[in-house]
């Protein structure tokens, strides 16, 4: 086995990108975060509370620093090797409360979002589940140089589709999200723990941080 290779148990962070504390995504993201621990990975289940933050502002970051909302996601980003988003849709695109927490953590140096896989699912009481947001919620992790994962899984009339237990009441949609679930976790495992290339991985465009050359796998 490689010397760099990963020490212990998967590690993966979970977390509904909804306030409310009865939103469909909190209760889909406690079902992904239950079939992440079912294989023996570490599952992190956090809510969106755990990284309350006011509205990006940059007077306020220059005299106060990073929030603690965003710190805490910030510690929670480098303690996990994944991390899984469910996000509901607004107005066809990403909930604004996501995209300020996103917005504030990518202040941080080193960038705690770069070279991290990242799983995007959905629920919504639409026809279309939330899809659409899912591609607006994208951009700005890819490119923070998250690794997003192909497949995306978005559950529509979400306000029907859970079981008194936190199943899907469709069959098939509960073995579609488990096999999408594997499947991104064989791809995180095949990374984390079987390093085979050296890469210099940038931010983004002009980034002057002066990263190290990494180990990482690239597919």
């Not at 909190?26 to 990975?41: F, Q, Y």
Request: with cysteine; hydrophobic share 40%; charged share 25%.
């Amino acid at each position: 086995m490689p010397t760099d290779a990963h020490p212990g148990p998967l590690h993966v962070l979970v977390f509904g990108a909804a306030l409310r504390a009865e939103s469909t995504n909190a209760r889909l993201a406690s079902l992904v975060a239950r079939m992440i621990a079912d294989t023996g990975v570490t599952a992190d289940l956090a809510t969106m509370r755990d990284f309350d933050t006011p509205p990006y502002d940059g007077d306020a970051e220059a005299s106060e620093g990073l929030p603690e909302g965003a710190l805490a996601l910030r510690d929670r980003l480098e303690q996990c090797d994944a991390f899984v988003i469910s996000s509901p849709e607004y107005n066809a695109s990403m909930p604004g409360v996501l995209k300020n927490t996103i917005d504030w953590v990518s202040r941080v140096q080193p960038q705690p979002f770069k070279t991290k896989h990242a799983l995007l699912v959905s629920a919504s009481p639409s026809l279309v589940g939330g899809n659409r947001g899912l591609w607006a919620l994208r951009v700005p992790l890819e490119h923070l140089g998250t690794r997003v994962y192909p497949d995306m899984f978005s559950l529509a009339k979400a306000h029907q589709g859970f079981t008194e237990d936190g199943m899907l009441t469709d069959s098939g949609l509960q073995e579609r999200l488990a096999e999408t679930v594997a499947a991104f976790l064989r791809l995180v495992e095949a990374d984390v723990r079987y390093v085979c290339l050296q890469r210099r991985w940038y931010e983004f465009p002009g980034d002057r941080t002066e990263a190290p050359v990494t180990q990482r796998a690239e597919d």
